[in-house]
């Protein structure tokens, strides 16, 4: 009787798990990326010199890989009520068909396009996880920005 009861139990519970949506798993292996590892002193954000007022300018944010499977998912960028930029990394974890993932990279860029329309000492926030304490972090960035 208890053999019965298993099988039945495991002929419900197959087509439960056939049943989990792609996008649900999707939004599972994405994650707010590492910006943060007290075991780095890595430089991660960087911007050419010299930043102009006026001129678009390519900001490259480096992430903490959580393993040889992790790749960039998307770079959010929003303003907070101040109107300072806000850049929030993603990654993703994507495993390889064969299921075995590669050597983790150092680092993994993300790149956005900014532009300040004024000189001065510019502000922003860079939003993720530390990687160490798996906790939310928050970076604040100073940019100085040309005439």
Do not use: W
């Not at 006026?54 to 393993?67: K, M, N, Q, S």
């Not at 806000?86 to 993994?108: K, Y």
């Not at 396009?113 to 860079?126: E, N, W």
């Amino acid at each position: 009787m208890t053999h019965t009861l298993r099988a039945a139990l495991a002929v419900l519970l197959v087509p439960l798990v056939g049943c989990h949506s792609s996008t649900s798993l999707d939004e599972a292996l994405r994650e707010s990326a590492f910006v943060r590892s007290i075991s780095s002193s890595a430089t991660l954000v960087s911007v050419p010199r010299p930043v102009r007022a006026g001129v678009p300018f390519d900001l490259v944010l480096r992430t903490y890989p959580a393993d040889g499977c992790t790749v960039v998912d998307r770079t959010e960028l929003t303003r907070n009520g101040k109107g300072e930029f806000v850049i929030t990394p993603f990654n993703r974890s994507v495993v390889p068909p064969g299921g075995m993932c590669g050597v983790a990279l150092p680092t993994i860029a993300h790149t956005v396009r900014l532009s300040y329309p004024t000189a001065g000492s510019k502000h922003l926030i860079v939003r993720g996880r530390d990687f160490d304490s798996k906790a939310i972090v928050q970076m604040d960035v100073t940019i100085v920005v040309d005439p």
